[in-house]
């Protein structure tokens, strides 16, 4: 019941930012050059994925996000795992990797398009560069968040270090896995379109940059709508993912 009580309070909520984007630049109330109307900002969606251009562009960002997905997750959970394996190892990079989440990583966009120049590797690099840190962070609190006290039954009934990952690690880390999912998507995400609006020939960062340089504000609404549903569709996956996981918090 609470469930269905909060998903009704959602969607009020957004009902109600939709209808004031909708009626206040038609009441006049702003100006609709500066904030288009939601009903033709649809429209002007509708009509832009029908164009080749957008269509490449949609597939060029997606490669890279997936591409940059698969490059991150295995790489920072990796370095996560054996950071947190070694009590010696997390004292010496623990700080080091604060430091460098802290960081803006958009101060290291240049240096990216100097090493692999403007195109597909130097959006994918980056938005993993991006994204690794979060992986690694998580995943070293995944690893703390096992309980010594299942490891120690695990080894006292002769469970082997294969056994012992399947049964015991996994299963406690895949709550805290699966909410650095989320957050390293987010984080993949924005890094992509910041390569992409920065110096790219396509994408769909590109073509927001040029739209909001040339004020086609329905345009760049329409690419912001797009991208928060793609972004929220994406986020609810991996919340579903996690309630179904949730047996394993106990």
Not at 3 to 14: D, N, W
Not at 74 to 85: D, R, V
Request: with cysteine.
């Amino acid at each position: 019941m609470r469930r269905v009580t909060l998903i009704a309070a959602r969607l009020a909520l957004l009902a109600i930012v939709l209808a004031s984007w909708e009626t206040l630049p038609r009441a006049g109330l702003v100006d609709p050059r500066m904030l288009p109307p939601f009903g033709d900002v649809l429209r002007m969606l509708v009509e832009l994925l029908g164009r080749a251009n957008v269509q490449a562009a949609i597939a060029v960002s997606g490669a890279e996000f997936l591409v940059a997905f698969l490059v991150a997750i295995p790489a920072g959970a990796a370095l996560g795992i054996l950071i947190a394996e070694s009590e010696y190892a997390g004292e010496i990079f623990k700080p080091m990797l604060f430091y460098a989440f802290s960081v803006p990583k958009s101060i290291f966009l240049p240096m990216f398009i100097l090493v692999f120049g403007i195109g597909f590797q130097q959006k994918v690099a980056y938005a993993a560069f991006s994204t690794v840190f979060v992986v690694i962070m998580c995943a070293t609190a995944a690893v703390e968040s096992v309980k010594q006290d299942h490891l120690l039954v695990a080894r006292s009934c002769g469970a082997t270090r294969a056994q012992i990952i399947r049964r015991v690690y996994v299963p406690s880390m895949m709550p805290v896995l699966l909410e650095a999912l989320r957050l390293s998507m987010i984080f993949n995400f924005t890094g992509v379109l910041i390569a992409e609006m920065y110096a790219s020939r396509t994408g769909i960062g590109q073509l927001m940059a040029n739209w909001g340089e040339n004020f086609q504000l329905r345009q760049l609404f329409a690419g912001v709508v797009f991208i928060a549903t793609v972004a929220i569709l994406l986020n609810e996956s991996i919340r579903w993912l996690e309630g179904r996981c949730s047996i394993w918090r106990t």
